[in-house]
């Protein structure tokens, strides 16, 4: 893949920007690096007192950023985020300033066929964003048990035909694409219905976004960097994470107001910030972005 084929647009980039009320002389952490959209324009209003620490879990972003020859206050990380707190107190590092989170893929991810997220590639079922993790799509998808797919499919896609799904996909093993396994759950909608079907979204994308996140086990890593420790975030921090369903959103609105109750956080923003008409014009990714922000007190 070229450069000029990194195609990943930033989302709520104005609204992130100006909710972190950034200073130019503290400590930022963007968790989910990325194309760097986000953290270039952090950094873009950092002086040289400031600080950005990047985490990426992905191998081939920190390397790609890493190309770019970064500045001496912009630390990459091949990372976890979940992983932040220990990595603070390793370092001895507090952040002062804020917090991102642009929970995901990227479309760089989304978009190579390697990468095994795509309906239409014959590539494997692979869909790691670390390429180090044991267990990827295929495996679930071949060697799981028909109620443990359908309860995957189920819980992290929501995904209401999940054991008709499951059912299918044992009777079509092995399966060896994400074009075959989009096909086979394409099928099963289109045997569905009566009338000649057109989907304004792919029949597969429940689907592959449960096993996504069960692979990457997402909804668990954000549940553990939601686990602040005080002693490296300090007061005046803004918390500033952007989620893409329901499942990460709850997540996310819970900790918060748990925080809050307990005198830790405010909110910044009561309800979540979504994209302007603007936005949702260029960057279909921004349908279903909200964005959450909270300020340590
Ligand atoms: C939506 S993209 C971020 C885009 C970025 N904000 C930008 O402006 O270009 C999400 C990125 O976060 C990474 N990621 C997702 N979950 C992660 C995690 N738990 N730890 C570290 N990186 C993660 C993905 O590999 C992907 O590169």
């Known amino acids: 893949m070229t450069d000029e084929s990194y195609s990943h647009i930033s989302v709520l980039l104005n609204e992130v920007l100006e909710n972190l009320a950034i200073d130019e002389s503290k400590t930022y952490f963007d968790g989910t690096l990325g194309a760097a959209g986000h953290s270039r324009a952090i950094l873009e209003k950092l002086n040289t007192d400031g600080r950005l620490i990047s985490f990426d879990q992905d191998p081939e972003v920190i390397a790609r950023i890493t190309k770019t020859k970064p500045g001496k206050n912009w630390v990459l990380e091949n990372k976890n985020f979940r992983e932040i707190w220990d990595y603070c107190s390793q370092e001895k590092i507090t952040i002062d300033g804020g917090i991102l989170l642009d929970l995901g893929l990227s479309s760089i991810q989304l978009d190579d066929p390697d990468r095994g ?148 956080l405010q909110l910044i923003s009561k309800k979540p910030i979504t994209a302007s008409a603007q936005e949702l014009d260029v960057n279909a990714r921004s349908r279903s972005a909200k964005l959450r922000v909270a300020e340590v007190i």
Do not use: W
């Open 117 to 264: 997220f795509s309906f239409y590639a014959e590539t494997p079922l692979d869909m790691r964003m670390d390429t180090d993790l044991e267990i990827n799509a295929a495996n679930v998808v071949n060697k799981f048990s028909e109620k443990e797919i359908a309860d995957i499919l189920f819980i992290y896609g929501e995904e209401k035909k999940s054991r008709v799904i499951a059912k299918s996909i044992m009777g079509n093993r092995p399966i060896n694409s994400c074009k075959e396994l989009a096909e086979i759950i394409k099928k099963i909608y289109v045997k569905g219905s009566s009338r000649k079907m057109s989907f304004k979204t792919h029949p597969a994308t429940k689907s592959f976004q449960a096993l996504r996140i069960y692979v990457n086990k997402e909804l668990e890593v954000l549940e553990d960097v939601l686990k602040f420790d005080f002693n490296h975030l300090k007061k005046g921090a803004r918390i500033a994470i952007i989620s893409f369903h329901s499942l990460e959103d709850r997540i996310v609105k819970n900790a918060f107001r748990n925080y809050k109750q307990e005198g830790k």
